[in-house]
């Protein structure tokens, strides 16, 4: 029989109640200090941890992976990630900022699976179009607006490719909100991809290679 319409309306709730953006399991071992460090020198572009959460999860889904960050910033999202990867996994993540990666090298440098590297995203991209990748992060420019093309062609089949803050956002400069638009319309044409696209967090697309 079906449930009457009061005990319909009660399911959402209930389920709502289980299901918050509150992260119950541990974080990384090194976040907490990367995160004084990071107030400290005002990096204010970090991934928020709903986002981070999910890029561990999704991280540990690649046994033995190669994976790509483009844009450490201070290394948050990069300790996430790093917490997701199995031994046998590598992780290259770059950024054009030394400032910032120094905060992540001093916390996250020991990592063998990890190689930091100084460089502008469009140099780096430009000369490493022949490597491939199973998971990329592309949390700058470069990846992400820039050189989108070169970048999803570094993908290995079934490779998984993510952005975030495409949702509006308070320090977005004027005309960003159109660019964002531009890069959903893109993404949609694309036939070589699975598309998924999340109104949660700060707004997440997640992409996979057919």
Known sequence: MDLPFYEQIRLPIYVQKMMTEKINQAFPKSYAEINEATIISGFSMASD???????RSLAA????????????????STSWILDGMDDESSLISIDNEPNFLKIANQFLGDDKRLNLITTDGSD?????????FDYI???????????LDEVLSMLNKGGIYI??????????PDGHQEKAINLVNYLNTRVDLWLTKQVWA?????VVKK
């Open 49 to 55: 941890v709903q986002t981070c959460s999910l890029l």
């Open 61 to 76: 889904s690649k046994p033995g992976g190669k994976f790509l960050e483009l844009g450490t910033g201070t290394g948050l």
């Open 124 to 132: 780096w991209v430009e000369e490493n179009k022949q490597q491939k």
């Open 137 to 147: 992060f592309a949390n700058t420019w470069h990846g992400k607006y820039l050189l």
């Open 163 to 172: 952005i975030d803050d495409m949702l509006p956002q308070s320090n977005w």
């Open 202 to 206: 700060t707004g997440i697309i997640i």
